[in-house]
């Protein structure tokens, strides 16, 4: 049984950082990459970072690039998503997602990830 738990949002001005976290347990070995959604009021989850658990190579959204950071620390079976510079339109339920079937390179789909968290709130003021 795969869980995924985040943590770490919260309510901040236009141009703050928050970082968020997503503790995994079960199924270590079968693990291929780890990703973080969000998802706004009345639109679609959409991609914005992933990292590959072994080899820890990363893909995000053009949009987050140079602002936001994903890192994972294997021994904790932890990963991070480093939020800065952080824009209103940044808010959005964050969620982290697992991938244990490993059919795509670097994948960005919903439909690619096996397990899910159950979303933390990250508001961003103007």
């Known amino acids: 049984q795969v869980q995924l738990v985040e943590s770490g949002g919260g309510s901040v001005q236009a141009g703050g950082s928050l970082r968020l976290s997503c503790g995994i347990s079960?199924?270590?070995?079968?693990?291929?990459?780890l990703g973080w959604f969000r998802q706004a009021p009345g639109m679609e989850r959409e991609f914005v970072a992933g990292i590959s658990w072994t080899r820890g190579i990363t893909w995000y959204r053009d949009s987050v690039k140079g602002r936001f950071t994903i890192s994972r620390d294997i021994a904790e079976n932890t990963v991070y998503l480093q939020m800065n510079s952080l824009l209103p339109g940044d808010t959005a339920v964050y969620y982290c997602?697992?991938?244990?079937?490993?059919?795509?390179?670097?994948?960005?789909?919903?439909?690619?990830?096996?397990?899910w968290g159950q979303g933390t709130q990250v508001t961003v003021s103007s």
């Open positions: 079960g199924g270590a070995f079968s693990r291929y990459s």
């Open positions: 997602a697992a991938d244990y079937t490993g059919y795509a390179a670097a994948p960005r789909t919903v439909e690619t990830y096996d397990y």
